[in-house]
T-cell receptor
Framework: DAKTTQPTSMDCAEGRAANLPCNHSTISGNEYVYWYRQIHSQGPQYIIHGLKNNETNEMASLIITEDRKSSTLILPHATLRDTAVYYCIVRGGFSSGSARQLTFGSGTQLTVLP | ETGVTQTPRHLVMGMTNKKSLKCEQHLGHNAMYWYKQSAKKPLELMFVYSLEERVENNSVPSRFSPECPNSSHLFLHLHTLQPEDSALYLC???????????????FGEGSRLTVL
């Protein structure tokens, strides 16, 4: 699986958009970009994933560059409860019957400030 | 609530004790996982079970022994642990390929283990 690079930490003002970057320059054509987050001392939570196109759901938006070598997770209106470690993970597609191991890196500690 | 329940949430044990961590999922998933998260370290995958068969064991010491009696339950049996085994142990599950191919893992809240 391709390696990802994320900033160690970021701050964001409450109510503003939080933009979390991720570099994955060695990503291959069949690998997806996943984002999870982990609030302190809880289990990680799935946020969003994408392959080529930009994606949006009720939690966030994912912008993937045209060359797919980087992506940005956008939390449109950050709240204090969004303070967490955000993980960007690149993983190949899942064939029928396979388990879905994901390898977590160190992630970005996002702190939303009041 | 993710549908993955771990018990106990906190456990303190001595190095000579034998204890077990339990994980239960009510999501109809067919794969379950144990991850370890030590202080200030990334999550480390320990074991993977798919259709109740162990498919991965990431060089975990034998003092950790997993058990998956059915697709809804996963145990991690602990014996003669060391203080460096103190960590947050996270269980996760994932859907059958026909249900979802998105690669989502659903995590429990974790069991915080302290070895004295």
């Amino acid at each position: 699986d391709a390696k990802t690079t994320q900033p160690t930490s970021m701050d964001c003002a409450e109510g503003r958009a939080a933009n979390l970057p991720c570099n994955h320059s060695t990503i291959s054509g069949n690998e997806y970009v996943y984002w999870y987050r982990q609030i302190h001392s809880q289990g990680p939570q799935y946020i969003i994933h994408g392959l080529k196109n930009n994606e949006t759901n009720e939690m966030a938006s994912l912008i993937i560059t045209e060359d797919r070598k980087s992506s940005t997770l956008i939390l449109p209106h950050a709240t204090l409860r969004d303070t967490a470690v955000y993980y960007c993970i690149v993983r190949g597609g899942f064939s029928s019957g396979s388990a879905r191991q994901l390898t977590f890196g160190s992630g970005t500690q996002l702190t939303v400030l009041p | 609530e993710t549908g993955v329940t771990q018990t106990p949430r906190h456990l303190v044990m001595g190095m000579t004790n034998k204890k077990s961590l339990k994980c239960e999922q009510h999501l109809g998933h067919n794969a379950m996982y144990w991850y370890k998260q030590s202080a200030k370290k990334p999550l480390e995958l320990m074991f993977v079970y798919s259709l109740e068969e162990r498919v991965e064991n990431n060089s975990v010491p034998s003092r950790f022994s997993p058990e998956c009696p059915n697709s809804s339950h996963l145990f991690l049996h602990l014996h003669t642990l060391q203080p460096e085994d103190s960590a947050l142990y996270l269980c996760a599950s994932s859907p059958k390929p026909g249900q979802s191919n998105t690669g989502e893992l659903f995590f429990g809240e974790g069991s915080r283990l302290t070895v004295l």
